[in-house]
């Protein structure tokens, strides 16, 4: 059984703009698909079935989600930041052998990446995620011995108490897709 595949979604993005004028997740990449359509695609691609978790009331997010194959959870607690979101998904999947969790913004995250993740939870206590020039990037995985504690996250640091405090299981990898993100529109490749 393959674990869940999660993507967070629900992110203001106040770095890319203070003024929240800009949807960083919507900004359009050179095939005029938007951030966060690439991000989950290369999720729904490695993982059929993900789920993306977004704040109520984001029908543009969710739209460009749907069409890249993910199944949406509209959680209202995600509005007090990733902990509370990806508690929910955890909540909203608490039955699955494992989640692989990533983030909305990488949208060169390859789906190999995903995959190799997924397959590096080879143990309940597993948490797995891969590194690229001695740096630990993202998907990360965890087993389903983590499924309490994930539900229980709050806050806007997500797992990083947990990953802080716990040995990951790192693998190299060779891209630096599972590194890259989209915080300031400086990070977006010019069009």
Request: aromatic share 6%.
């Amino acid at each position: 059984m393959s674990p869940q595949g999660i993507l967070l979604a629900a992110g203001y993005g106040r770095r890319f703009d203070p003024d929240g004028q800009q949807d960083k997740l919507l900004a359009p990449l050179a095939d005029g698909r938007p951030v966060l359509w690439h991000s989950a695609r290369a999720l729904a691609d490695a993982l059929p079935g993900s789920l993306a978790v977004i704040r109520p009331g984001q029908p543009e997010r969710a739209r460009w989600l749907h069409e890249a194959g993910c199944r949406m959870l509209e959680a209202p607690a995600a509005e007090a930041g990733m902990g509370h979101a990806l508690a929910a998904a955890v909540a909203a999947s608490a039955e699955a052998d494992g989640w692989v969790v990533a983030l909305a913004d990488m949208p060169w995250l390859p789906a190999a990446a995903i995959r190799a993740v997924a397959a590096h939870l080879t143990t309940p206590s597993t948490i797995a995620a891969p590194r690229h020039a001695g740096q630990r990037g993202h998907p990360v995985g965890f087993g389903r011995a983590w499924r309490n504690r994930l539900q229980t996250l709050t806050g806007d640091h997500g797992a990083r108490a947990i990953l802080a405090a716990t040995t990951v299981s790192l693998f190299d990898w060779v891209d630096a897709g599972v590194l890259q993100d989209v915080d300031t529109r400086d990070d977006l490749p010019d069009r």
